[in-house]
């Protein structure tokens, strides 16, 4: 009986995802994306000049480093977890520690 | 500036291609890759956005792209570790034969 | 309400995430020490300093923000200069004081615990040090005031959790529920992504009181209800509302007993509130109230029904989670500041009554060696403490009069009354009485006599302290329930009505 729901669940499943699909398309051709329509009048964005194209990897590197650091150090906690993590599952157990 | 709907469009079918990984795969290395085209389908929208400015392009997304794939690199790290731990006791790498969790 | 923008230039006050997260980056040297040396109890040592001055911190940042009419202010916390809108930054309200101090409080009580509980483990170095690092992300979900700063703290608190429930991996039971847990909490990480990326599109950028300044009140267009969608897809599968709570009856009874009041205290409660705090910053009540409802009413009824049915008492205690998470999320529907303060009350309430559950559980697991509610006939009589505090905190979760349980439920379904959703009032009030019938089913067999003449004895003093001292706070914030109240209703009117500071304090 399981394997008929599994079964069953998964073709719904599967029918739900296409359908979501198709209902995606269809609003991203009929309804247009509202960009920047929300932006409020008191964000100033630094934008980048697109023309030389190979200035546009030190104008990212310097807007991480200048106004994300917060961020930066954050992800520098979750590189060291994510290596306690892997110590922690690839261990072998001892007796008692 | 790009026309922004068949970027859209390309995300949706990553988010498509990816929950359709999660569903019908029977390997647990290819269940996390599906995982993985999800976290990429995200960044791609991120990028498709920093678009939409004549001329110029926004940093700001490109940044957060960067912090993203670093972040979801550890998730997939940590989940290849338990896959490793899985074939450990199961002695194989089939997710249906996890099933002895019951309701 | 006086509005008081501060953006410091650099650290002046310990807040508690920094203690948290220098306590964490420290205890791995101090288990190292503590194998060198050979001091035995070093690390539990460490883990109770760093949460107990985590909890003292909050308290002391509670007493530097509140103003003398008796307000608290808002402070926005930049590091280097760097200011918002642009750069990340932390938000300090009523709101995420309340919630730091409530992971700050249990977490304290789950390490003077857990000092008992896990002696005879391996590897306890990562395992103090992973419990740290969650209680630090927990903290920096609170308190941060920029969507991707979330995001972070949100994968580093989803990232210990996975470990820590396939902690004891040399059985099977945790390493399945442990794969489970991480790839569906990834994929709703992705889904999260996902709304951030569509709302940068929107708003071009991801401060919350910018968002809040200009998103919030929009019209209801198609793109907002999938961002709506994306956004509860993403924050639903972490704190178990139903169609995306599978992990959860698997996840919490296989980690450890301190563990497990953890997660089902306080982790998903953070889910919750992540919620709260996003829905309630970028959208207008009315969008979200009948989904928010609808969704409260499948999570409780399920959840119900599912955990009739459980032999094993961990799993049933699990269950009630994701019920009790319904009951909150009738509060999210409600719209109303008094709504969210019953949400936010009963989180307090919920941490302390099911951590305690749990607590208490696994002493009886852990002297009773077996997890089935059958087997455990006639063990309440020979560990009288622990069955005692099982029984109010039990007591507490069907809302029984004269536990805080019941004061949280009874503002919810009265917020629930008032603001013309009388028929979620009602089958909240319906699963309430359902949900009594397991519990004093566990309470039954526990005091039945036994047959077999098995001998257990009563678990260690520690143990035992602890799960009296919820208790003692679980019946006297029954019976006088004003000092917490207040807090809540500071918490939630800094959500729902003090929006004009939250905004102020960052645009000026």
């Not at chain 3, 200009?214 to 019209?219: D, Y």
Request: aromatic content about 10%; some cysteine; glycine content about 8%.
């Amino acid at each position: 009986m399981s394997r008929r729901m599994a079964k069953y669940g998964t073709a719904a499943a599967t029918l739900a995802i296409v359908m979501s699909l198709f209902i995606f398309s269809w609003l991203t051709l009929e309804v247009p994306f509202p960009t920047n329509e929300y932006a409020s009048s008191k964000l100033t964005r630094p934008l980048a000049p697109e023309e030389p194209y190979d200035g546009i990897a030190t104008l990212v590197s310097r807007f991480l480093w200048e106004y994300r650091a917060l961020d930066l150090t954050g992800q520098a906690f979750v590189i060291v977890t994510a290596v306690i993590c892997c110590l922690a599952l690839l261990k072998p157990e001892e007796g008692a520690s | 500036m790009l026309p922004l709907s068949p970027f859209l469009v390309s995300v949706a079918l990553m988010l498509v291609i990816g929950l359709g990984c999660l569903m019908i795969k029977r390997d647990m290395v290819r269940l996390l890759i599906g995982v993985e085209i999800l976290f990429n389908a995200a960044n791609l929208c991120f990028i498709a956005f920093s678009t939409q400015n004549i001329g110029f392009v926004d940093p700001f997304a490109h940044s957060v792209v960067m912090m993203a794939i670093v972040l979801d690199g550890t998730v997939i790290a940590v989940g290849l570790a338990m896959v490793l731990n899985v074939y450990k006791h199961y002695k194989t790498l089939d997710i249906r034969k996890l099933r002895r969790l019951r309701w | 309400m006086v509005a008081q923008e501060f953006i410091s230039q650099g650290i002046n006050l310990p807040l508690p995430l920094f203690v948290l997260l220098v306590g964490g980056i420290i205890s791995p040297l101090i288990g190292i020490l503590a194998e060198k040396v050979g001091l035995v109890k070093l690390r539990e040592a460490w883990m109770v300093i760093v949460s107990g001055a985590a909890f003292v911190s909050n308290y002391m940042l509670y007493q530097d923000l509140s103003t003398s009419e008796g307000d608290i202010a808002v402070r926005v916390i930049a590091i280097w200069g760097q200011n918002p809108p642009l750069g990340g930054c932390l938000e300090i309200d009523a709101l995420s004081i309340y919630m730091a101090g409530s992971v700050a409080f249990i977490g304290f009580l789950v390490a003077i615990y857990s000092v008992h509980y896990m002696e005879r483990e391996s590897r306890l170095t990562e395992f103090y040090t992973l419990v740290t690092f969650m209680m630090a992300g927990m903290t920096g979900i609170a308190m941060a005031g920029d969507f991707f700063t979330l995001f972070i703290f949100w994968e580093l608190m989803g990232l210990s959790s996975y470990v820590l429930v396939a902690f004891l991996k040399a059985r099977w039971g945790p390493i399945e529920a442990g794969l489970k847990y991480l790839i569906m909490s990834a994929t709703a990480g992705a889904f999260l992504l996902l709304s951030m990326a569509l709302i940068y599109g929107m708003a071009g950028t991801l401060n919350f009181a910018m968002l809040a300044d200009s998103l919030k009140g929009a019209a209801t267009t198609p793109w907002l209800l999938v961002l709506f969608s994306t956004l509860v897809v993403g924050f639903g599968v972490k704190s178990a509302i139903v169609p995306l709570h599978t992990w959860l009856p698997d996840a919490h009874p296989e980690a450890p007993s301190p563990i497990s009041a953890l997660l089902s205290g306080i982790v998903i409660e953070t889910g919750l509130y992540a919620m709260t705090r996003v829905l309630y910053l970028l959208f207008d009540p009315g969008v979200f109230k009948m989904p928010i409802a609808l969704l409260s009413v499948l999570t409780m009824t399920l959840a119900n029904v599912m955990a009739l049915l459980q032999s094993d008492i961990k799993r049933l205690l699990a269950y009630s989670s994701i019920a009790q998470i319904g009951y909150m999320l009738v509060g999210l529907a409600s719209g109303t500041a008094y709504g969210v303060m019953g949400t936010f009350l009963h989180i307090f309430n919920h941490s302390m009554m099911k951590g305690m559950a749990f607590l208490s559980a696994g002493s009886l697991v852990h002297e009773a060696d077996t997890r089935d509610i059958g087997s455990m006939r006639g063990v309440g009589k020979m560990m009288p403490f622990t069955s005692l505090s099982l029984f109010i905190a039990l007591l507490g979760l069907g809302g029984v009069p004269g536990t805080n349980g019941f004061i949280s439920k009874y503002h919810l379904f009265a917020a629930a009354f008032g603001s013309d959703l009388a028929w979620l009032g009602v089958m909240g009030v319906l699963n309430s009485a359902l949900s009594m019938a397991y519990y004093i089913r566990i309470m039954q067999v526990l005091l039945a006599p036994r047959e077999d003449g098995l001998k257990v004895h009563e678990a260690p003093v520690l143990m035992v302290a602890v799960t009296f001292v919820m208790a003692a706070i679980i019946i006297i914030l029954g019976v006088w329930p004003a000092p917490i109240i207040n807090l809540a209703t500071k918490a939630s009117s800094a959500l729902v009505e003090g929006l004009s500071m939250y905004i102020g304090a960052v645009l000026g």
